[in-house]
């Protein structure tokens, strides 16, 4: 049974759906890249966002959300006030440190979180990652947010609509 302290918590922006939820999934997705070994041929990450997280995410902070997860934070242990600075470095930089700093890949956060005005199938709380080597997708996985701060991958919902050609996770 879900109490009402796992539904309610604390995130970095005014919804759990948009914010807790995409962390949660940026987290996710490199801590299954780390543990399917060598994260050193990814060179690069790129998110797609679909129907509600893509037409609010920058104003809810899904972006910001889901490039702390890929750096290897949870909605638990986020450094709040870090946040704007790291935020920041990465912009500046083109570069964002994941799974905790263990390796930095190209990011630009204008081009590699893009916004999709249409919803995926499952659910209207959609994103894709995939993390690239070089011009090919190594892996890739599609989540959605479904309230609460929890996230669904794809293939929970028994079909895949994950990158052609790549490894889903």
Excluded at 39 to 60: E, F, N
Aim: contains cysteine.
């Amino acid at each position: 049974m879900i109490s009402a302290f796992d539904i309610f918590k604390p995130g970095i922006g005014p919804s759990s759906s948009h914010t807790v939820g995409p962390m949660n999934a940026g987290k996710r997705f490199i801590d299954q890249l780390v543990s399917m070994g060598d994260i050193a041929p990814i060179t690069r990450i790129v998110v797609d966002l679909y129907g509600s997280l893509s037409l609010t995410g920058k104003g809810h902070a899904t972006d910001v959300a889901i490039v702390m997860g890929l750096a290897g934070n949870s909605p638990q242990n986020v450094d709040i006030d870090g946040m704007p600075a790291f935020i920041q470095q990465v912009m500046h930089s083109g570069r964002l440190p994941i799974a905790n700093g263990v390796r930095s890949v190209d990011f630009q956060m204008a081009d590699d979180i893009v916004f999709h005005p249409q919803t995926l199938p499952y659910h209207e709380n959609g994103m894709r990652i995939t993390a690239w080597s070089g011009a090919q997708a190594w892996a890739s996985q599609t989540y959605y947010s479904i309230g609460g701060g929890f996230i669904v991958e794809e293939g929970a919902y028994g079909g895949d609509a994950g990158c052609r050609g790549c490894g889903a996770l």
